[in-house]
């Protein structure tokens, strides 16, 4: 398993540098640059900042110049906020955003999981018909919909939270579930139909036979096994829940590293795009790996065919 797990992070390698040269090279064939702004700078200091950030060189020199940087894990200084790097902007802000996935994730897991289980525990029922209803409705509703609808009715009819802010602990609700009930759809999905694939294999009715209780062989023993699939769909799910958050970061007035990226591309500031386009790509990549892993102590094929 540990030669499995250096294997892959030598992967990540050539990965990672053809997502750092074509996001290098795309930033720059955009037209304008990060120091065009509604009021016009004077030639002169415009040719200063161009000369102080290096963007005066041939393209090649300043990409090479990059690749050293990056090498020894400096991502650039931040054109929009002077005296700070792109390494301690993102450090700053994906603390927020890390936390807003996370929370977004247990809410996907704790409503997904559990409703198909139930879902499948009761098939072609009124509960399967009610549960599968809603997970389907929940696909088709995105996040940029279900965001003010949460809004509107839990903060401005009722008043339990804030429209907006990032202060207390109240206020990681509703952005949370604007997150997370998305991702819970397919996850309700996914859980019912493995669930209902698995509750009759052999396994299962060895388990009954043994005097097993019912719950424990549903529960345990096939919601084990169910859980297969559910956890590699999860890989990219917790991606798309820590990069897909720029929509709710901005809705909510989160300020977290979506809303710093969605403000960078804006602003064309090469070396933010660039940094954080580079760290989801490593969370997507460390994500994979801990499915990966995860898969493996949860079914020992995959533990033999690591090996």
């Not at 540098?17 to 037209?31: E, K, N, W």
């Not at 499948?120 to 029922?125: K, V």
């Not at 207390?168 to 998305?182: K, N, T």
């Not at 719950?215 to 559910?230: D, K």
């Given at each position: 398993?540990?030669?499995?797990?250096l294997?892959?992070?030598?992967?990540?390698?050539p990965v990672l540098?053809?997502?750092?040269?074509?996001?290098?090279?795309?930033?720059?064939?955009?037209?304008g640059?990060?120091f065009?702004?509604?009021?016009?700078?004077?030639?002169p200091v415009?040719a200063?900042l161009?000369?102080?950030?290096?963007?005066?060189?041939?393209?090649?020199?300043?990409?090479?110049?990059?690749?050293l940087?990056?090498?020894?894990?400096?991502?650039g200084?931040?054109y929009?906020?002077p005296g700070?790097?792109?390494?301690e902007?993102?450090?700053?802000?994906?603390k927020?955003?890390l936390?807003?996935?996370?929370?977004?994730?247990l809410?996907?897991?704790?409503?997904g999981?559990?409703a198909?289980?139930?879902a499948?525990?009761?098939?072609?029922?009124w509960?399967d018909?009610?549960?599968?209803?809603?997970?389907?409705?929940?696909?088709?509703?995105p996040s940029?919909v279900?965001?003010p609808?949460?809004?509107?009715?839990?903060?401005?009819?009722?008043?339990?939270f804030?429209a907006?802010?990032w202060e207390?602990?109240?206020?990681?609700?509703?952005?949370?579930?604007?997150?997370?009930?998305?991702f819970?759809?397919?996850i309700?999905?996914?859980t019912?139909?493995?669930?209902?694939?698995?509750r009759?294999?052999?396994?299962?009715?060895?388990?009954?036979?043994?005097?097993l209780?019912g719950?424990?062989?549903?529960?345990?023993?096939?919601?084990?096994?169910?859980?297969?699939?559910?956890m590699?769909?999860l890989?990219?799910?917790t991606?798309?829940l820590?990069?897909?958050?720029?929509v709710?970061?901005s809705?909510?007035?989160?300020p977290?590293?979506g809303?710093?990226?969605?403000?960078s591309a804006?602003?064309r500031?090469?070396?933010m795009i660039?940094?954080?386009?580079?760290?989801?790509a490593?969370?997507l990549l460390?994500l994979?790996?801990?499915?990966?892993?995860?898969?493996?102590l949860?079914?020992?094929?995959v533990r033999?065919?690591?090996k």
């Open positions: 398993m540990a030669r499995y797990i294997k892959r992070f030598a992967g990540m390698v540098l053809v997502i750092a040269t074509v996001t290098f090279f795309l930033v720059r064939f955009v037209p640059g990060p065009d702004q509604e009021r016009t700078l004077p030639a415009k200063q161009y000369a102080h950030y290096g963007l005066d060189k041939p393209l090649y020199a300043q990409y090479g110049r990059y690749l940087n990056l090498l020894q894990g400096d991502l200084p931040s929009k906020y700070w790097s792109v390494n902007l993102i450090v700053e802000r994906a927020v955003s936390e807003l996935g996370l929370w977004g994730l809410v996907a897991v704790a409503l999981v559990p198909g289980a139930i499948a525990a009761r098939p072609n029922t509960l018909h009610t549960l599968t209803g809603l997970s389907t409705l929940g696909i088709c509703v940029f279900l965001g609808l949460l809004i509107l009715f839990f903060a401005l009819k009722l008043g339990w804030h907006l802010g207390s602990a109240g206020d990681r609700i509703l952005p949370a579930l604007a997150l997370g009930l998305v819970a759809a397919p309700t999905r996914l019912r139909a493995n669930m209902l694939e698995v009759n294999q052999d396994y299962m009715r060895t388990a009954r036979a043994k005097g209780s719950a424990r062989v549903y529960f345990v023993h096939g919601l084990r096994n169910a859980l297969v699939p559910v590699t769909y890989g990219p799910t991606a798309g820590i990069s897909g958050s720029f709710i970061e809705m909510f007035n989160i977290g590293l809303k710093l990226f969605v403000s804006f602003n500031e090469y070396t660039c940094g954080t386009v580079l760290f989801y490593v969370a460390m994979n790996l801990a499915v990966d892993v995860a898969l493996a949860l079914n020992p094929r033999l065919e690591a």
